[in-house]
């Protein structure tokens, strides 16, 4: 890329035909000096005509033409909130800890916890743009479940089930780490939750330690726990980025995916450095004028010759 802009070959396989071309004038100019039989041959054709450099030239603007070559114009983006919707194709790693503790499966306002984590989880996959989703199942121990492009997801979301022992959200977050550090690509951390901690590391310790290390952490806490409540406090005066999923959100649920999806993309792109982002705006194919060249000089020599 070159000040904004670069270049790209849709066909560059069709370059090949300027090697043949090169070919071709390397035997014609043996030719003039009678090395072979076969460039005395070629001698004979061109006796009197000199060499044809418009010919060549016209052949290999050609071979250019037919590999569709191309100028993508990029403009520097300001990673922002504002911004947030033009920085969708930027390949990111959501790391998404699912409880599946046995208090995940109580009811709250008519649907489990479980049920409205699962149909968060669908609507968060369809929200979050260009991304990895890595999910994790978490209760007594951390299990990753899954790890690729969310439309292959929808299988593996649909199968979490509660019910298990314990709920170490700590070490789930320790774990999702683990993961961001070999991942390659700029990572966010959500912890679906009821809250109910009982096991392991302090997820408050847990997540800033996270944060320290460049990845940033968000929870969504599912519910209406007692347990949840205590922890949002905890979080929300430690600076941990907190929503919640309840019987009253449930009803705005695209509205708190989308949400969620897009400023975790925001947190992780700014947590790996990337304040400012170049994205392509524009894309203009000179094939066509590299052709009509190529025709105006072999016109020009096939004039010349008589032809």
């Not at 780490?177 to 679906?192: D, K, M, N």
Request: proline share 3%; glycine share 10%; charged share 20%.
């Amino acid at each position: 890329m070159w000040w904004g802009y670069e270049l790209e070959l849709a066909r560059p396989h069709a370059l090949a035909l300027i090697g043949l071309i090169v070919i071709i004038v390397y035997l014609w100019r043996r030719a003039k000096q009678n090395y072979s039989l076969v460039s005395s041959r070629l001698q004979s054709l061109s006796r009197g005509t000199g060499f044809p450099y418009g010919l060549v030239v016209a052949l290999i603007l050609f071979s250019i033409a037919a590999s569709e070559p191309s100028i993508t114009v990029y403009e520097h983006v300001e990673v922002n909130i504002a911004n947030i919707d033009r920085v969708m194709d930027v390949p990111i790693a959501l790391v998404v800890a699912v409880d599946t503790s046995k208090s995940m499966d109580y009811i709250d306002g008519g649907v489990s916890r479980m049920q409205m984590t699962k149909d968060f989880l669908a609507k968060l996959a369809s929200y979050a743009g260009n991304f990895t989703i890595v999910l994790m199942k978490f209760s007594g121990q951390v299990e990753l479940v899954y790890s690729g492009p969310p439309v292959n997801a929808t299988a593996i979301i649909e199968g979490l089930t509660g019910g298990e022992r314990y709920s170490a959200i700590g070490d789930a977050i320790g774990a999702a780490v683990s993961y961001a550090r070999v991942s390659g690509l700029p990572t966010a951390v959500i912890v679906v939750t009821d809250g109910g901690w009982n096991y392991g590391n302090d997820p408050v310790q847990a997540a800033l330690q996270a944060e320290e290390q460049g990845v940033p952490v968000a929870f969504v806490l599912v519910g209406s726990d007692d347990r949840g409540f205590r922890l949002e406090e905890r979080l929300r005066a430690s600076g941990i980025r907190v929503y919640r999923l309840d019987s009253f959100t449930y009803n705005v649920l695209d509205r708190l995916a989308e949400q969620v999806a897009k400023n975790a993309r925001l947190e992780a792109l700014k947590a790996s450095g990337q304040a400012e982002i170049e994205i392509p705006v524009g894309r203009k194919s000179f094939s066509w004028l590299l052709g009509l060249t190529g025709a105006f000089l072999a016109a020009i020599f096939l004039r010349a010759r008589g032809v």
